[in-house]
Each structure stands twice: as structure tokens, then as C-alpha cells.
């Protein structure tokens, strides 16, 4: 089983929709929580950390639940420029490392 | 502001030959990644390390050494290249913790 885990889509959807994506992860000791973006052929950024008590930026907002150990991205009002891949990211203390998913694609249209 | 540095960013080998990726980062981070990403498969983790002098192996190591020569830099090196090594090669850099990771533009690598 893959440490984090990642419907890989793609969610196609129109212009000012909301759109959800959820990752799993395997181990119950991770520490911090991450989404990263990637567009095509470019390096990954960072896109929010992930809080316990959840966080919102703009239209975005993440969530976590540590019992069920799986992460959250909601997207509101999508814009063309969402469009990209949206990877989700776990640090694990105990190996001090950053265990990344394979990611979720969203295709934003008119 | 350079981050992080990647040297080179596109490369073709030929099956056998060896070479070496290179990183600094000036970001005074302690910690450090290479991870390769293949379509479909997300990135993984070649090698990580915590700290200067430390290496650690990741998800998919075989094929790979590395070298953290200092605080700064962290080299990748292909000792005899195989076509399933082709892929695209991101480093980078962290404070261990709850903290943002900066990427390297990425080495696109061709194996023939």
C-alpha cells in the first residue's frame, strides 16, 4: 500500500464550479500535512499547509481528520488558471521526510 | 533569489554511462530531497537527507547513490545509467517540520 494515496482523475470541470479532493495516507505518526500545485513540466509549489482545525485561503480551503488519516482540498469558483495538478504531501517526523502522492489533475474549461 | 539550483536541466545518456545530477540550495536548509517523477506515478523518493553528513534511502533507491557534500549541495549520481532511469529529477530543500519545501526546476533525463 502507497504511504499516500491520491485519485489520480481527472476532474474535468466548468468555469465556477466546486470541486473536492481527498487523499489517504498510511501512516497514523505523520506530523504536517501539505497541498502542493504543479502545473505542466514545472517544479511543485506549495500551495497551503494543512491544519489541524482546518484553514481556508481565499477559495480554497483544506481540511484534515487524523482519525480516518486523509486530507482535504475544496476549490471554490474555479478559475482556468486552477487548472494544474494538485499533489498532496505528508512529512513524517519519525523519518524526517516528505512522502508525496501522485496526484490529482483538474482540467477548469469554459 | 536563486532557492534552488539544478544543474543540468536536460541530459541524454546512453545505456551504461554514468553521470551526476547536481544541487545547492542558499536557503540555509538542512534538509534535502531528490525525487523522480514518472507519468502517473507522482514524485518519489530517491534518497533524502536530514542533515549534512546524513543520507538516507527512500521509495526507490536501486541504481542511485548520492553525496551530501555540505550543507549547501546534494548530488545524484547514476553510476550506469538504464533506460528505466528516464524520467524528470527534482531536488529539494526544507526545514525539517511543519515548513514549505522549495523544488529545483527539475533535470529532464533521457536514457536511450
Known amino acids: 500500500r502507497k504511504e499516500v494515496e491520491q485519485d489520480p482523475g481527472p476532474f474535468n470541470v466548468p468555469e465556477g464550479a466546486t470541486v473536492a479532493f481527498n487523499c489517504t495516507y498510511s501512516n497514523s505518526a505523520s506530523q504536517s500535512f501539505f497541498w502542493y500545485r504543479q502545473d505542466c513540466r514545472k517544479e511543485p509549489k506549495l500551495l497551503m499547509s494543512?491544519?489541524?482545525s482546518g484553514n481556508e485561503d481565499g477559495r480554497f480551503t483544506a481540511q484534515l481528520n487524523r482519525a480516518s488519516q486523509y486530507i482535504s482540498l475544496l476549490i471554490r469558483d474555479s478559475k482556468l488558471s486552477d487548472s494544474a495538478t494538485y499533489l498532496c504531501?505528508?512529512?513524517?517526523?519519525?523519518?524526517?521526510?516528505?512522502?508525496f502522492g501522485a496526484g490529482t489533475r483538474l482540467a477548469v474549461h469554459p | 533569489n536563486a532557492g534552488v539550483t539544478q544543474t543540468p536541466k536536460f541530459q541524454v545518456l546512453k545505456t551504461g554511462q554514468s553521470m551526476t545530477l547536481q544541487c545547492a540550495q542558499d536557503?540555509?536548509?538542512?534538509?534535502m530531497y531528490w525525487y523522480r517523477q514518472d507519468p502517473g506515478m507522482g514524485l518519489r523518493l530517491i534518497y533524502y537527507s536530514a542533515s549534512e553528513g546524513t543520507t538516507d534511502k527512500g521509495e526507490v533507491p536501486n541504481g542511485y547513490n548520492v553525496s551530501r557534500l555540505n550543507k549547501r549541495e546534494f548530488s545524484l549520481r547514476l553510476e550506469s545509467a538504464a533506460p528505466s532511469q528516464t524520467s524528470v529529477y527534482f531536488c529539494?530543500?526544507?526545514?525539517?517540520?511543519?515548513?514549505?519545501?522549495?523544488f529545483g526546476q527539475g533535470t529532464r533525463l533521457t536514457v536511450v
Open positions: 529539494a530543500s526544507s526545514e525539517p517540520g511543519n515548513t514549505e519545501a522549495f
Open positions: 536557503m540555509n536548509h538542512n534538509s
Open positions: 504531501v505528508v512529512y513524517s517526523g519519525g523519518y524526517n521526510k516528505l512522502i
Open positions: 494543512v491544519y489541524s
